[in-house]
């Protein structure tokens, strides 16, 4: 028990601390420091008060009041409403309209709860974050006095034109979201009824917000299950469609009692980023594999059915991976256990979210051509040079004897000597047959003896070495030749 009095007392004291610097103010009071936070208006967030130079929010439990988030409008009290129209007229604003936690403003702040009269702060004490108290006042008036002179020749001020803004997008996509219309100082959501054609206005938002066009529309379901804790919440519906078909934003909508129930128009527009990202695995390449789609840091497989239309996906998927049109596309059998992601659209670029799929997953093989083929093969490269090792070998090894063949026939084909006349006017030259045997010279012969080494046929041999000269004389012989030019005698020749 002693153990718990220091906290008890640190309580007690920072209670009367935060009671101190409040004093007995109320929200009513001119010196009192109030604000409406959380939102991008002046009449309308979570309900802001100052504490030795620090904003706090309220609990929304403060003052005996119990405002939950489940029961609203419920709750109002008319006096609450009453009072808390002093502090709407003190912000500049109209009546307070409501008076409770808003889950749309709900920044995290330091915070307090109070107890006594509703607008007292002389008893409040430090409190964790949990539900603020929030307050919507409707705008004020804009009155025109009636003239009673001329007006004077001023430029009037010039005034915002009408804009929207994608806010709270599914996983902080961009171009993605709920849509906040803002014409002037007064901005909310817009109503979307289920009957309510959006196509042409979807565009018109898109391209106003510079998002190309008209994606799907999103689910208020996906809306909120996509949001995360630390986004910003929309605000209130204010507008509802009143010409989807308009030529200019401000005839689209038109304005509506500010409340918090029904579904907001929400939409993903064809720029939205960041895109799904694809990739090719298990393949020869770069260009071919069963294909992988990446959700946040997790790649996985891309389950697919098979459609008429399915190519279109595949030329999408080539093109991301900087390679040709689509080869071939095969989808592998399902198997229980597999697992991966689904895209519901025909393309991956218009899938803004993937679904999981945990069983039966039908992978896809992609084979895209290849702008950039492969150079050649390790085992290729191996094979050419092994060959060309080889061949230096072969030629090392059996190059002389090559050579020497060669050598042996050219200097045989030069052994044929034309023996003969030579000169212009003889008609008659024969040449020495390199096959015939040449007689041997016999031994002891005087040398004055030998007139040619070719003047006697070879022994035991009937192939005449001179079978040319053999041949004219034996035409000389069967038919003279009276011819003049002729400087051999050829009977003498035959004497020979």
């Known amino acids: 028990m002693g153990s718990q009095q220091p906290p008890l007392a640190a309580l007690y004291l920072l209670g009367v601390l935060v009671t101190s610097c409040l004093g007995g103010l109320n929200w009513e009071d001119p010196g009192f420091q109030v604000r409406l936070g959380a939102s991008n208006s002046q009449c309308q967030g979570q309900l802001e008060v100052e504490v030795m130079g620090t904003w706090r929010t309220v609990h929304s439990q403060s003052w005996g009041r119990s405002w939950g988030r489940s029961r609203i409008q419920s709750q109002f009290h008319w006096e609450d409403l009453q009072q808390a129209s002093k502090l709407c007229r003190k912000l500049l604003c109209e009546e307070a309209l409501v008076l409770a ?4 403003f709900n920044k995290p702040n330091r915070q307090i709860t109070c107890v006594g009269r509703l607008g007292s702060f002389s008893n409040c004490s430090e409190a964790n974050q949990r539900e603020p108290l929030g307050l919507i006042c409707s705008e004020p008036r804009k009155t025109t006095p009636r003239p009673t002179s001329p007006p004077p020749t001023t430029t009037p001020e010039p005034t915002a034109p009408p804009r929207v803004q994608l806010v709270a997008g599914p996983g902080g996509l961009r171009c993605a979201g709920m849509v906040e219309f803002y014409s002037g100082s007064l901005g909310g959501t817009i109503g979307y009824e289920a009957q309510d054609k ?3 206005l979807g565009t018109r938002i898109c391209d106003a917000l510079q998002c190309g066009s008209f994606l799907k529309h999103l689910p208020e379901v996906e809306v909120a299950t996509t949001q995360d804790p630390g986004e910003s919440r929309p605000l209130p519906i204010r507008w509802e469609i009143q010409n989807a078909s308009c030529d200019s934003l401000e005839g689209c909508f038109r304005k509506v009692q500010p409340r918090m129930g029904g579904q907001a128009l929400a939409l993903v527009c064809s720029e939205f980023q960041p895109k799904v990202q694809s990739r090719l695995v298990g393949g020869s390449s770069l260009c071919e594999g069963s294909v992988e789609v990446r959700q946040g840091k997790q790649w996985k497989a891309l389950c697919d059915i098979p459609s008429p239309k399915g ?3 595949w030329e999408e998927v080539c093109q991301e991976q ?6 071939s596309y095969v989808h592998e059998a399902p198997e229980k256990t ?3 992601f689904f895209c519901s659209q025909e393309k991956l670029s218009q899938c803004h979210q993937l679904q999981e799929k945990n069983s039966y997953c039908r992978r896809v093989f992609v084979s895209c051509q290849d702008p950039n083929p492969a150079g050649l093969a390790a085992g290729t490269v191996i094979s050419i040079i092994l060959a060309l090792v080889l061949l230096a070998v072969l030629l090392v090894v059996c190059g002389p004897l090559v050579y020497k063949k060669l050598v042996k026939r050219f200097r045989q084909k030069k052994q044929r000597q034309w023996i003969g006349p030579t000169g212009m006017n003889q008609n008659m030259s024969f040449h020495r047959n390199h096959t015939a045997t040449v007689r041997s010279q016999v031994e002891n012969r005087p040398a004055s003896h030998v007139e040619n080494e070719y003047s006697q046929p070879p022994r035991n041999s009937h192939i005449s070495a001179y079978p040319a000269l053999e041949g004219a004389l034996h035409r000389v012989s069967t038919q003279p030749d009276n011819s003049s030019d002729s ?7 035959q004497r020979l």
């Open 322 to 327: 900087q390679c040709g049109k689509v080869n």
């Open 198 to 200: 959006i196509q042409g």
């Open 101 to 104: 936690h808003i889950p749309s």
């Open 338 to 340: 597999s697992q991966g």
């Open 311 to 313: 190519a279109v996906r």
């Open 487 to 493: 400087d051999y005698d050829l009977h003498g020749a």
